[in-house]
């Protein structure tokens, strides 16, 4: 594994954090940017990062992250009547991150995988001579 993944972790959460809290800010921000939205734009970036050389392990790093930032905001919606503390939305944010790595993140990388395989194939002439 790459040493630099945890700090693309890491950095990919920060920004997702902070652009959901940008969003909430803005009015017509969080009605036109939903969950499809933002599924679909974690499947994109897994998928490009693939494509671009970091493979499955970077996709689903990416993913977490992402999946992340968004999901500590969501900690204890319509669970409790109070705020909740900094302990449990870094639990929420970690079980949202890791159920969508996997079930975004993953199949992104994979259409990752086979995209770079496919222009690789086409790039070297193998189809020509095929």
């Known amino acids: 594994m790459d040493r630099r993944l945890p700090v693309v972790a890491l950095g990919s959460f920060c920004c997702s954090a902070a652009g959901v809290a940008a969003l909430k800010t803005v009015e017509p921000g969080t009605a036109t940017l939903g969950l499809p939205q933002l599924a679909v734009g974690v499947v994109a970036c897994a998928a490009l990062l693939a494509v671009l050389g970091g493979g499955l392990p970077a996709a689903w790093v990416v993913a977490f992250g992402?999946?992340?930032?968004?999901?500590?905001?969501?900690?204890?919606?319509?669970?409790?009547?109070?705020?909740?503390?900094?302990?449990?939305?870094?639990?929420?944010?970690?079980?949202?991150?890791?159920?969508?790595?996997?079930?975004?993140?993953?199949?992104?990388?994979?259409?990752?995988?086979?995209?770079?395989?496919?222009?690789?194939r086409f790039g070297d002439g193998e189809a020509a001579s095929e």
């Open 66 to 120: 992402l999946s992340a930032g968004f999901g500590v905001h969501l900690g204890g919606i319509g669970i409790s009547g109070e705020t909740p503390g900094i302990a449990f939305r870094l639990a929420w944010a970690a079980v949202v991150g890791t159920a969508s790595a996997t079930a975004l993140g993953l199949p992104g990388g994979a259409i990752g995988l086979g995209l770079r395989r496919t222009i690789r």
